[in-house]
């Protein structure tokens, strides 16, 4: 059973191919129709399940379409409209699903619902974002970089503002693809040390700041994120808080000469990132977006296969 539940968990090789499928199925599919379906339908006859216990746009379109244009079939729902809204286990709601669908993808707001999930239920389970991790969004996020050129290997990625979820994930694909990460964050905003360890002994380079300019100083690539995310309940002390790492033109200058600037969105410009950046010619937040699609059909495509 291959579960897609964090980046450090699966070997380097693996994520390897799935980046380059992501690549190679994004290029057979230009100037098609969004509800083509690919070549030979590789997902045909199986459906994919899409529970939600949070808000989301980008994640629930591509894993819908992405499932559609494999030749499979999609199922969304909402943890509130379901038995688990009312108390029902993780556990036995695992294990009832399995017996309707071939896939689960899961977004939750406690990370250990979707291990327990994986362990109780019997098919493959895809973490779609958790309090913890987000591994689908930085798989969209590599295959972006390198479609712009960027060699992963030894390439410097400077992540600016909250230690949050998406930037454990960055974290974790450090020793997979062979980038530096550079966080910068303010005092009680740093990433899980844990998480840093563990890939520092798996040969990642993580280096921590609480500056952002030297954390983008030759850097190829900044990325940002929201400084509240969803769950996070003080908003008012975490915008004044973080308000100094907001990413702005003067900070992407202290960056490479065309680094690319990336963000997960939704965004909040004038909070973590000004509009000028995001809006402007280095940032590939757009292709980012629709690179979820690739990345997922490609996830799913590896969960299902034997
Ligand atoms: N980046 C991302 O996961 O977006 P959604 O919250 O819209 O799914
Ligand atoms: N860190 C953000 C990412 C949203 C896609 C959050 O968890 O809300």
Same mark, same amino acid.
């Given at each position: 059973m291959k579960h897609f539940l964090d980046l450090i968990d699966i070997p380097a090789s693996e994520l390897r191919a799935i980046l380059d499928d992501a690549?190679? @199925?994004?290029?057979a599919r230009v100037g098609w129709p969004k509800g083509k379906v690919d070549a030979g339908a590789p997902l045909a006859d199986h459906v994919l399940a899409m529970i939600f216990e949070k808000s989301?746009?980008?994640?629930?379109?591509? $894993?819908?379409?992405? #499932?559609?244009?494999?030749?499979?079939? *999609?199922?969304? #729902? *909402?943890? @509130?409209?379901?038995?688990?809204?009312?108390?029902?286990?993780?556990?036995?709601?695992?294990? !009832?699903?399995s017996r309707f669908v071939?896939?689960? #993808? /899961? %977004?939750?707001?406690?990370?250990? &619902?979707? =291990?327990?999930?994986?362990?109780a239920g019997s098919v493959p389970v895809v973490n779609g974002l958790t309090d913890k991790s987000h591994p689908c969004q930085i798989m969209a996020d590599?295959?972006?970089?390198?479609?712009?050129?960027?060699?992963?290997?030894g390439? %410097? /990625?400077?992540?600016?503002?909250?230690?949050?979820?998406?930037?454990?994930? $960055? /974290?974790?694909? *450090?020793?997979? $693809?062979? $980038?530096?990460?550079? =966080?910068? *964050?303010?005092a009680g905003y740093s990433p899980?040390?844990? %998480? =840093?360890?563990?890939?520092?002994?798996?040969?990642? %380079?993580?280096?921590?700041?609480?500056?952002?300019?030297?954390? !983008?100083?030759?850097?190829?690539?900044? !990325?940002?994120d929201t400084f509240v995310s969803m769950g996070d309940e003080d908003?008012?002390?975490?915008?004044?808080?973080?308000?100094?790492? #907001? =990413? &702005?033109?003067?900070?992407?200058?202290?960056?490479?000469?065309?680094a690319v600037f990336l963000h997960c969105l939704p965004a909040h410009r004038g909070e973590e990132v000004t509009a000028s950046v995001i809006d402007g010619p280095q940032s590939a937040v757009f292709d980012e977006a629709e690179n979820r699609l690739h990345a997922q059909k490609a996830i799913l495509k590896w969960c299902l296969e034997t």
């Open positions: 690549k190679a @199925s994004r290029a989301s746009t980008r994640t629930r379109t591509s $894993f819908d379409v992405g #499932m559609r244009q494999l030749g499979g079939q *999609t199922m969304f #729902m *909402t943890s @509130s409209d379901m038995q688990l809204g009312r108390g029902e286990t993780i556990e036995d709601t695992a294990q !009832v699903l071939d896939i689960v #993808m /899961i %977004r939750a707001n406690n990370h250990d &619902d979707v =291990v327990n999930f994986a362990k590599l295959q972006t970089l390198e479609e712009r050129g960027l060699d992963l290997k390439a %410097r /990625i400077a992540w600016v503002g909250d230690g949050n979820n998406v930037c454990a994930s $960055f /974290i974790d694909a *450090t020793p997979k $693809f062979g $980038f530096s990460l550079a =966080v910068a *964050t303010p899980d040390m844990a %998480r =840093v360890e563990q890939a520092r002994s798996e040969q990642g %380079r993580v280096d921590l700041y609480d500056s952002a300019e030297a954390a !983008v100083s030759s850097a190829d690539v900044v !990325v940002a908003a008012e002390k975490r915008l004044s808080d973080l308000a100094p790492f #907001m =990413v &702005d033109d003067n900070l992407m200058g202290k960056a490479n000469g065309g």
